[in-house]
């Protein structure tokens, strides 16, 4: 009963994250292409200030924990082909339908 860990879905953490960095006038944002996310990672955070990506390559749920909202009793869930994290890359390409561009 102890280990019992809350769901939390990938776009309420992602809600969570930017309410914690829109105090530092920063922004976490998703890539739109495969070839952006190629280059940056799924997820990057932008500085609004200077238009400049700040982070690259960001891990959500290790974010997450590193701004203190996603607590240890909570998991995050991540919906299929997200890219959001290694588990999902391995089984769904950009387009979430399971397909892969070589």
């Not at 769901?7 to 953490?13: I, T």
């Not at 891990?59 to 240890?72: A, C, F, K, M, T």
């Amino acid at each position: 009963m102890g280990n019992e860990k809350t769901a939390v879905f990938e776009q309420v953490l992602i809600q969570r994250i930017n309410h914690k960095l829109n105090a530092d006038a920063k922004q976490l944002r998703t890539a739109r292409s495969f070839q952006m996310e190629i280059s940056i990672g799924h997820y990057f955070i932008v500085d609004l200030r200077r238009n400049s990506i700040k982070r690259q390559q960001i891990d959500l749920d290790e974010l997450g924990r590193e701004l203190g909202v996603l607590s240890d009793s909570e998991v995050a869930i991540f919906a299929i082909g997200s890219g959001a994290s290694p588990r999902c890359r391995s089984n769904a390409g950009p387009r979430g339908d399971g397909s892969r561009s070589i």
